[in-house]
């Protein structure tokens, strides 16, 4: 099981104050996931072959809460689903716990790992 992050079903980019048009594309930091036109966080068009699409936003698992939405990958495509636990891990100094409604959870996770939530 994981959360990481996954490119391969990125369709769009999109800077939420307007930094993206037809003469200025998004800027797109990959590190950070932000504009670096305006260091806000970037929109992200995700669409798997099945015809699932989300707009999401990256951030780090420790500023993941629980009832928040996030797109993980399962099996060939992507799903979407609450967070119920996100917190430093209870086994693992250093790492964080994130688990998902109906997908299952993950204690193993680096706080900084970014993840594809729904803003």
């Not at 391969?8 to 990959?30: I, M, Q, W």
């Not at 797109?71 to 119920?84: P, Q, W």
């Amino acid at each position: 099981m994981t959360f990481r992050v996954e490119i391969v079903f990125d369709k769009h980019y999109s800077c939420p104050s307007g930094h993206d048009s037809n003469e200025h594309a998004t800027d797109l930091d990959r590190r950070t996931w932000t504009c670096r036109t305006c260091q806000q966080s970037v929109h992200i068009e995700m669409v798997d072959k099945a015809g699932n699409s989300y707009i999401v936003e990256r951030r780090q698992a420790r500023e993941i809460r629980m009832d928040d939405y996030i797109v993980y990958r399962v099996k060939s495509g992507i799903a979407c689903n609450f967070v119920t636990g996100s917190n430093p891990s209870k086994y693992k100094v250093g790492k964080w716990y994130l688990g998902v409604k109906d997908f299952g959870s993950d204690a193993d996770l680096s706080p900084d790992q970014y993840i594809s939530r729904i803003p």
